[in-house]
């Protein structure tokens, strides 16, 4: 099950996983690109809105059960942290962070039952470094690496593992947004390409390569990590 798989980083790990073998199926609010995407691949996809429980016990009822969840849906409103508002706040954490729990418990029991599960949930280095002009998105970020680690410590009996993916600077329709706000836009992501040792924007493809090993038998003993994709942005 890939979130958030009609386009962008979701999309490049849907394409991955199907190379790597495996069934996937693909939830997204964006149905038609996500069909078209899934045609691709020779897996299906279904209408999904991450923020409603309802939607989430729907998809996971009819393409279910997985044995591989990636948490990959989200969704940000940059501005400086004064200009923002309460609704924006709910709005964001809604999907980076409520999105995350409520598809992890509707996979879950599943998981436990068969005694296997791999659980990838695309972070960010938001969350461990902070970006300005992001504050509850990189707040909702940091929370999920806290999740994960916690579902990580109470599924290891099941041979569940759960890990995230901390991606730097993407090229993908949700960092191209922050172009839309003029040249603070186009200032934000020029320095975050320069905040990268390597000083570039990276791929989805590099991303859904991390996932693929996360969820894959070889990170059969990588359980509660977080793994930057990030050109060396996120280092200690
Ligand atoms: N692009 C980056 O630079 C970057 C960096 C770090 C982390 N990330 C994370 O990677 C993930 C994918 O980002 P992307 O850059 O590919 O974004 P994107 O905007 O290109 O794609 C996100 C997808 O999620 C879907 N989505 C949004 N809200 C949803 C909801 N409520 N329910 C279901 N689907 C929903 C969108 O329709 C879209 O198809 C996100 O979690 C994002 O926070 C991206």
């Not at 279904?46 to 044995?67: I, N, Q, Y």
């Not at 995350?100 to 039952?113: D, G, R, Y």
């Not at 659980?119 to 909702?140: C, D, L, P, Q, T």
Request: hydrophobic share 45%; glycine share 12%; charged share 20%.
């Amino acid at each position: 099950m890939v979130t958030g798989g009609a386009q962008g980083i979701g999309a490049a790990i849907a394409e991955r996983l199907a190379a790597e073998g495996a069934t996937v199926a693909i939830g997204d609010l964006k149905q038609d690109q996500a069909a078209e995407v899934a045609d691709r691949i020779g897996g299906s996809a279904g209408e999904l809105d991450v923020t409603s429980v309802d939607s989430v016990s729907a998809f996971v009822a009819e393409h279910g059960p997985f044995e591989i969840l990636v948490n990959n849906a989200g969704t940000d409103e940059f501005g400086f942290f004064t200009q923002t508002t309460p609704e924006q706040w709910e709005r964001v954490m809604a999907v980076n962070l409520g999105g995350v729990f409520a598809c992890t418990h509707a996979v879950l029991p599943a998981m436990q039952e068969a005694g296997y599960g791999r659980i990838v949930s695309i972070a960010s280095e938001a969350g461990r470094v902070g970006s300005k002009g992001s504050a509850v998105y990189s707040a909702a970020k940091g929370a999920v690496i806290a999740f994960m680690k916690v579902i990580a410590r109470e599924n290891a009996r099941y041979s569940i593992t759960a890990n995230s993916i901390a991606p730097g600077p993407i090229e993908t329709p949700l960092l191209m947004q922050a172009t839309e706000f003029g040249e603070m836009g186009k200032k934000l992501i020029q320095t975050m390409r320069d905040s990268t040792q390597m000083k570039r924007l990276g791929t989805p493809e590099e991303v859904a390569a991390a996932t693929a090993f996360l969820a894959s038998d070889d990170a059969s003993f990588v359980t509660g990590e977080t793994l930057g994709v990030s050109g060396g942005l996120g280092m200690i």
